[in-house]
């Protein structure tokens, strides 16, 4: 079982920048694929981005593309979000969650796919 941590939410103004942090427990992070989602007041919770066991690959919301950047740390077990360009429409609670499956996976794209969530993390953006 893996217990997720989310932390670095905030305000910031728009255009700003933001770096998450998911830490995770136990000592098999490296056999998880990595999600970020997010979830705005009133709306379902949605693919952010997506990071491979190793880290080689990644993929990303159409809408995200060359803003943010994910990313992890085997060794430490964490994995980031960098969010540069910050707009209001990015406000949401921010989770990430943990898939044991070799690959992303088509399903790595689904809230279904995931195995754990964290607790989430508040990021809103001022204009």
């Known amino acids: 079982q893996v217990q997720l941590v989310e932390s670095g939410g905030g305000l910031v103004q728009a255009g700003g920048s933001l770096r998450l942090s998911c830490a995770a427990s136990g000592r098999t992070f490296s056999r998880y694929v990595m999600g970020w989602f997010r979830q705005a007041p009133g709306k379902e919770r949605e693919f952010v981005a997506a990071?491979?066991?190793?880290?080689?690959?990644?993929t990303y919301a159409d809408s995200e593309k060359g803003r943010f950047t994910i990313s992890r740390d085997n060794a430490k077990n964490t994995v980031y979000l960098q969010m540069n360009s910050l707009k209001p429409e990015d406000t949401a609670v921010y989770y990430c969650a943990a898939r044991h499956r070799l690959t992303i996976g088509e399903r790595g794209w689904s809230v279904d796919g995931y195995d754990y969530w964290g607790q989430g993390t508040q990021v809103t953006v001022s204009s």
């Open positions: 990071i491979s066991r190793s880290g080689g690959t990644t």
